[in-house]
């Protein structure tokens, strides 16, 4: 639990999302816009497409260079949620044992190929979702958000989920802490046990809830995500979103890595 609590470290995300950088400076609802047809682009895919998807690494790692982001941050994250992509796609080579791809003695199944095409969507649209905070810093993002249309209680509550989920799981942390001291011998925690804590812990995330929202609201709070200075959409942002936009349906219509690769086979003696 503590090792996945410093890599989901919200202080290096906000450090991060307060640089000044080239990617830093464009206004959020730019950033956020090409982002949401990146992955909407990206999951359009069909399930056994995997070639197709690798020209879509290019915008992570432009804005992850420009940005002067640590790569292995965003990979550490990325991995933390993994678990969830394997349970979906782990049954898949299982499932679908129809040859798809014969090379030489070699013979891809289905399975395989749309195994690895969850894999690789997922990768792209965490890793594009994780960039985008990072580059943006989660309540520029929020604001920008809200200045794009979306409902001003779903942006809220995005924003509290975001600032508080790591509150909770260190609350998780320290009850699980708490009754591993109490253990004695070789003894195991039970289910029971486990449904108590999750129980408490919905308690104390309530409680929490509670507190807060009365002392923001003593403080004024209308629901409205304020900040210090109001962004302007300017020319370099509108071609931002429109160059990246213009690449990601090229990449969608025609397949440069398949084409690179006949160009190669095509050379080939």
Request: hydrophobic fraction near 50%; charge should be positive; proline fraction near 5%.
């Amino acid at each position: 639990m503590r090792e996945t609590m410093n890599w989901l470290d919200i202080g290096q995300m906000d450090d991060m999302g307060r640089m000044d950088t080239p990617v830093h400076r464009l206004d959020a609802r730019a950033k956020a816009m090409v982002t949401m047809v990146f992955i909407v682009t990206v999951v359009s895919f069909g399930r056994y497409e995997v070639s197709a998807l690798m020209p879509f690494f290019l915008y992570p790692a432009v804005l992850l260079s420009l940005g002067r982001i640590p790569p292995g941050a965003i990979l550490k994250r990325i991995l933390v949620a993994a678990p969830f992509a394997l349970v979906i796609g782990v049954f898949n080579p299982f499932i679908d044992r129809q040859p798809a791809i014969v090379l030489g003695p070699v013979s891809i199944t289905g399975g395989w190929l749309s195994f690895a095409s969850i894999m690789l969507r997922f990768a792209l649209t965490v890793g594009a979702a994780l960039t985008l905070v990072a580059c943006t810093g989660m309540h520029r993002l929020c604001s920008g958000l809200e200045q794009l249309g979306c409902p001003r209680v779903f942006v809220a509550q995005l924003l509290f989920l975001y600032r508080y989920l790591f509150a909770v799981a260190e609350d998780g942390g320290t009850m699980m802490r708490g009754v591993e001291l109490r253990l004695t011998g070789n003894r195991h925690i039970g289910l029971g046990v486990y449904g108590s804590l999750i129980g408490h812990l919905l308690l104390r995330s309530m409680d929490r809830a509670e507190r807060v929202y009365l002392a923001m609201v003593a403080r004024g709070f209308d629901g409205e995500i304020r900040v210090m200075q109001k962004t302007v959409f300017r020319p370099v942002d509108i071609a931002f979103v429109c160059c990246w936009t213009v690449l990601f349906i090229a990449a969608r219509v025609w397949n440069p890595a398949a084409e690179l690769g006949r160009l190669l086979a095509g050379r080939l003696p």
